[in-house]
């Protein structure tokens, strides 16, 4: 029997050889407190046995609408659901779900559903790329639904390449966040956009060894990049040597150093709606670096280090763009000292860089980096000041993303 006081979760599952990872996932919404019934295609059963989807859900398992009819589960299920997942999501489901077609109980609920849909795609990279799905894909997104980028990777057999499905944790996370932030009664204020976010530390070499860096960690960036997601998103993160796990349908481009933070951000903020500056890149870098390592030795000298400044990468996102597209938010790091408190610091820096929104911390003592809390203060180019306590990093970037979608949807 359902728990009307748990969140209700459908789980669609797709007849994909990924389908066993949505085990994983049913175990941890289970976990978690939520009520999951899964509901999977004949398909998926060649995969994954219903004895398993029913053990692991508590609920009975069927793939046709005329099974269990008096309970009218075509249209019930889909009805009685807070947040609809279909993971794996074959080509063939979601060619199913664009075109509405309901041949079976999974695509009769997806025409059911008014909850948040997710669609978490896993197929072979040709058929992912294909003109159709690509269609189908596109008009799932305008009609509202969350379709998430595949992951890269290893898939069937000794194939590699863009369809492989996430792993378990990263689709529950973005579930999760769906759930907790409560979705339902609100839109996807994001959908259609698309948004570049850069997050982590740059490093510049001294030699192959060493190098000048930062403390940054890039989990704000990482927030903003899954919340994004979550609101609808196309995301793409340029990342600066950020050990974390990637958020289910985020694009990462690794990164090293300023300039090679320069060249993508500036190269692919063309294409995007909204920017976020929120990675820390290095101001300077080594004049002249080494190609061997710098060696110590009894009464040598200490080498000494010529800096040269590494171009602003704000400042030429903002100069590069046409009229106010994108929009761009500036981070700044700062502290008080002897000439102006952080705030003033930060308005003067807001003032010179020209972006949209400025979000400042006080990393004073070290805080902010590295933590998974957070506390800053969103300044406006209009004037605003808006104060977001300390808190967790995902709610951060929630108050960022909604000044942000304010004064695109002003505009």
């Known amino acids: 029997m359902t728990d009307s006081s748990r969140p209700r979760v459908v789980l669609g599952v797709g007849g994909g050889i990924a389908a066993y990872k949505a085990c994983e996932l049913?175990?941890?919404?289970?976990?978690?407190?939520?009520?999951?019934?899964?509901?999977?295609?004949?398909?998926?059963?060649?995969?994954?046995?219903?004895?398993?989807?029913e053990a692991l859900s508590g609920h009975?398992?069927?793939?046709?609408?005329f099974a269990d009819v008096s309970q009218v589960p075509h249209v019930r299920i889909g009805q009685g659901a807070d947040l609809l997942v279909v993971?794996?999501?074959?080509?063939?489901?979601?060619?199913?779900?664009?075109?509405?077609?309901?041949?079976?109980?999974?695509t009769n609920t997806l025409l059911t559903a008014r909850c948040p849909v997710v669609f978490v795609p896993a197929m072979h990279t040709e058929m992912w790329e294909h003109a159709a799905t690509q269609s189908n894909v596109a008009t799932l997104r305008e009609r509202g639904a969350i379709v998430v980028e595949p992951a890269v990777g290893r898939l069937t057999g000794k194939d590699s390449g863009k369809g492989r499905l996430p792993e378990a944790t990263q689709i529950f996370a973005l579930a999760d966040e769906l759930l907790v932030r409560g979705y339902a009664d609100r839109p996807l204020d994001l959908a259609g956009r698309s948004v570049l976010v850069s997050a982590g530390?740059?490093?510049?070499?001294?030699d192959p060894v060493r190098f000048l860096g930062n403390r940054s960690s890039g989990r704000q960036g990482f927030a903003l990049a899954e919340t994004a997601v979550a609101r609808g998103?196309?995301?793409?993160?340029?990342?600066?040597?950020?050990r974390l796990p990637v958020p289910a349908g985020v694009e990462v481009v690794p990164v090293e150093t300023t300039g090679?933070?320069?060249?993508?951000m500036t190269t692919r903020?063309?294409?995007?709606?909204?920017?976020?500056?929120?990675?820390?890149?290095?101001?300077?870098?080594?004049?002249?670096?080494l190609d061997t390592k710098i060696k110590k030795a009894p009464g040598r000298a200490a080498p000494e280090l010529e800096l040269v400044e590494n171009p602003d990468i704000l400042a030429e996102l903002v100069t590069q763009r046409t009229s106010k597209s994108p929009f761009i938010v500036g981070f700044a790091a700062e502290t008080g000292d002897d000439e102006a408190s952080v705030l003033e610091h930060a308005r003067a820096k807001l003032a010179r860089k020209g972006c949209d929104l400025l979000v400042v911390n006080d990393v004073s003592a070290g805080r902010a980096f590295d933590s998974a809390d957070n506390e800053a203060v969103i300044l406006g180019a209009d004037g605003a000041a808006e104060h977001i306590p300390f808190g967790p990093k995902a709610a951060l970037a929630h108050a960022?993303?909604?000044?942000?979608?304010q004064r695109l949807e002003a505009t």
Do not use: C
Request: charged share 15%; aromatic share 6%; glycine share 4%.
């Open 26 to 53: 049913v175990r941890l919404l289970t976990e978690s407190g939520r009520d999951v019934r899964v509901v999977p295609t004949a398909a998926a059963l060649n995969f994954v046995g219903a004895a398993t989807w």
């Open 60 to 65: 009975p398992v069927h793939t046709e609408v």
């Open 87 to 106: 993971a794996p999501a074959t080509a063939n489901v979601l060619a199913k779900a664009a075109h509405g077609i309901a041949d079976d109980l999974l």
């Open 201 to 206: 530390g740059t490093r510049e070499f001294l």
């Open 233 to 242: 998103a196309s995301v793409t993160v340029v990342a600066a040597n950020v």
């Open 260 to 264: 090679q933070l320069y060249e993508q």
């Open 269 to 289: 903020a063309v294409d995007a709606d909204a920017v976020v500056m929120a990675a820390a890149p290095a101001d300077f870098r080594p004049a002249n670096p």
């Open 400 to 405: 960022i993303w909604d000044a942000v979608v």
